[in-house]
Structure formats: C-alpha cells, structure tokens
C-alpha cells in the first residue's frame, strides 16, 4: 500500500512543477528533456543488478518501453502546456479520467465486462474533463479551440500509457525488472527529444539555461518513481488492478486540486467543481467490476 501513497505523492508533485516552469521562465521542452534523462540515470541508480546494454535486444519488453518513450516526450509536452494554460487541476482530472480508456481496453485485451453503471461512468468522466477545463472568458486566459483541445488530447494520450503500462507489467516485465524498464522508457523518451529538438531548432542546443536543468531534475526524480511505485503497487494481491488505478487517480485529482487552489491560489468556478465532483463519481462507477 506504501508503494501506491508514493506514486500518488510522485505523481502530484509532477503537476506543480510544471505549474513553476511558467513561474520562473523555464523552458519546457529543454527541461522535459533533461527530465527523461535524470529519470534513466535515478532508474539505472535504482535497478542494482549487474547490467550490460547489449543485453537489451533480450529484453521481451524493448519494443514496448520504446513506443512508450516515444509517447511520453509528446503527452507530457501536452500535460504541461495543459497544467500552464488552464490550471493544475485541470491538467490532473484530463490525465486521471483517462481511466476510462484502460477500462475499455480491457474489454478487449483481457475479455472482461462492463455493465450499464460502468458505461455510465465512462460518460461522466467525458463531461467530467469539459467541466473541469471551461475557464469563463477573462483577460489573459486562452479559452480558444486549441486550449480547449488540450485537455482531451492529454486524456486521450495518458488513456493509452496506462493501458500499455498495465499490458507491459502483466505480460512482458518481471518484477526484479521494473526499475530497468523504467529507466529505457524515460531514456528513450529523452533520446527522442533531443533528436526533436535536433532537427526543428537545432541552434537552441546552446541555450540550456541553469533554470532549465535544474527544472529538469526536479520533474525528473518524482517522474520516475510516479512510474516505478505504480507498477509495483500494481503487484499488491489485496487490491485488483482496477482499484488500485480508481484509488491512485482519486487521490491525486483531490492532491493536485488542493495543491492548485492553496499554491497557486487557483480559482475554480462552479462548473469546475461539478467537473472535479464527476470526476471522482466516475472513477468509482468506472471501477465496480
């Protein structure tokens, strides 16, 4: 049970480090990708067996932890534009409803069932996600098309990390492995960064400020271990998969929420509670298998 109150402390801590990315001028692709690759160095620090790199081509999970690391440098990209122009909570519940998608997938990867209440639940968590973004129309907040895409574009991306994550770890990852399959997905999602960065602005390579790494660091630490604490909280045999998906978005939507409104001194209209109030309604219709 330590292991999933650690993710969700990890995973909280993500949403307020984007949030001071904007407060102290940090540029975020440069600290996104510093961030993946102290993630790899904290997963290799952690994985305490003897390793060779060659020995990876072996590894039945490679594939898998590429396509991650792919997917990875571009939701967390979304994730932090999300968290900056629409609020912490926001980009929290857009990344937690998400749960809906690995539910779905279950139906068809893992032959399980879904009744009416469940159903229900996976519309809530659709409104739950409007609700929770509608900003009313002020001066200096972007409440265009494109912002307002924001948000289903990171549920729908964070929706198929999950679903992979949980594919992964059951079918393909032992146990004594978490920390290394960690590390190569972090480490490949900086790879693919860099290359990102190589080929639309090269000329930025130079401009890595002190801010920037340093931002990268702090993002990167609580980014691995949100990652590594959940797969081995997905091991604990008290609670089903389902549970401890429902408990760890639950706890951190309240976590990011509160965070938003006492850090950050966040406001949030009456629509934006009714979006947070169904985003847990739906998380706990969504989870009564």
Same mark, same amino acid.
């Given at each position: ?12 801590? &993500? ?52 396509? /991650? ?86 549920? /729908?991306? %964070? ?24 590390? &190569? ?44 604490? /959940? ?12 549970? &401890? ?38 998380? /706990?219709?969504? %989870?009564?298998?």
């Amino acid at each position: 049970m330590w292991d999933l109150i650690w993710s969700i402390c990890c995973s909280s801590i &993500i949403f307020v480090v984007f949030k001071l990315f904007k407060t102290y001028k940090a540029d975020t692709f440069h600290a996104i990708i510093v961030n993946y690759f102290t993630a790899l160095c904290v997963g290799l620090l952690v994985y305490r067996q003897p390793f060779r790199w060659e020995e990876l081509s072996q590894k039945s999970w490679l594939a898998g932890a590429l396509l /991650l690391g792919a997917f990875f440098i571009l939701i967390f990209n979304l994730m932090a534009a999300t968290s900056q122009k629409l609020g912490v909570s926001v980009a929290s519940v857009a990344t937690k409803m998400s749960l809906a998608i690995p539910v779905v997938a279950g139906l068809i990867l893992y032959d399980e069932h879904l009744n009416t209440i469940q159903f229900i639940g996976i519309g809530l968590a659709l409104l739950a996600v409007y609700f929770t973004a509608y900003r009313e129309k002020r001066p200096g907040l972007n409440t265009g098309l494109r912002s307002m895409l924001l948000p289903l574009m990171v549920f /729908l991306g %964070s929706g198929i990390i999950d679903t992979s994550i949980k594919y992964l770890q059951q079918t393909r990852v032992p146990e004594n492995e978490y920390p290394l399959f960690s590390a &190569i997905v972090f480490g490949f999602a900086g790879f693919t960064g860099l290359l990102v960065l190589l080929i639309k602005k090269p000329q930025t390579l130079t401009r890595f400020k002190a801010v920037n790494v340093l931002g990268g660091i702090a993002l990167g630490i609580p980014n691995f271990f949100s990652i590594y604490f /959940l797969l081995r909280a997905l091991k604990f045999e008290g609670l089903n998969s389902a549970s &401890i998906f429902t408990l760890n978005n639950v706890a951190i939507v309240m976590l990011t929420t509160l965070t938003g409104i006492i850090l950050f001194k966040e406001s949030l209209s009456r629509k934006n509670w009714i979006g947070i109030l169904l985003a847990i309604i739906s998380i /706990l219709l969504i %989870s009564l298998l």
